[in-house]
């Protein structure tokens, strides 16, 4: 780039998109496909919910649908690891992710303004990045409880903060790594990590028109209830 930062533009996606579904590890069912965990910290592949919030994500399975299911926004950093690809968009002071999965995107500053205020929150929060040598990380703040971090019910309250870090190792490959703080729900902080790789040249993100115009949703959900956070009510 001319301002000597790594050059990401073009089209990405992750051979990992089964994180969607499940970011642990996953036998596979009728529904769900097998998936190995994209966690790597802690070891053993879990994501560290604290004791009280233990049934929390099997609730939230049996009672709720996907908020990404029903075309909400998929939030940070699920966006990264959602289904189709991503177009990566660059210049000095600025870094923009375009994806195809519910016309999703980011704008992502690299010019050093604040976050937003802390009262607002958002589906995709509020992102901020900066340059470490090759490495663009970003943090992400004022995001909403609304989202699920995949299919099954995982999740987070509205005082997540994301930290991701994008590292161009050659041409045709990103390393990804993102690290998750929810002092709400978490014990500790813990870390997902996979690469991303560059598809076809030429390759263009499509619309999605996602369920629109879709008259068959309100039997698609059941009894199924849409998920308003955290404290979702019964």
């Known amino acids: 780039m001319p301002d000597g930062k790594p050059d990401m533009r073009g089209a990405w996606n992750n051979p990992t998109t ?14 769900l496909n097998p998936a190995r965990t994209l966690i790597v910290d802690p070891p053993d592949g879990k994501i560290p919910y604290q004791p009280r919030w233990a049934t929390k994500k099997q609730e ?58 802390n009262d607002i929150r958002l589906y995709m929060g509020d992102s901020r990045g900066r340059w470490e040598g090759s490495t663009l990380v970003v943090d992400t703040t004022n995001l909403t409880d609304r989202t699920w971090l995949d299919i099954v019910g995982d999740f987070h309250s509205d005082a997540l903060h994301v930290v ?43 619309e999605e028109a996602c369920f629109e115009g879709d008259h068959d949703i309100p039997h698609l959900l059941g009894a199924f209830k849409i998920y308003l956070g955290l404290h979702s009510p019964r």
């Open 60 to 117: 939230n399975l049996q009672q709720y649908i996907d908020p990404f299911g029903t075309c909400y926004p998929p939030g940070v950093p699920r966006h990264v690891y959602s289904p189709r690809g991503h177009h990566i968009l660059q210049s000095p002071g600025v870094f923009a992710i375009v994806s195809e999965a519910t016309h999703v995107y980011r704008i992502i500053p690299t010019d050093g303004s604040p976050h937003i205020g």
């Open 164 to 206: 991701e870090r994008f590292t161009l190792l050659d041409a045709d490959t990103i390393f990804y790594e993102t690290t998750l703080v929810d002092a709400n729900v978490f014990t500790r902080p813990w870390t997902m990590a996979f690469p991303l790789v560059r598809m076809e040249k030429g390759h263009e993100v499509m």
């Open 18 to 31: 089964s994180g969607s579904q499940n970011i642990e590890d996953y036998p596979g069912d009728g529904f």
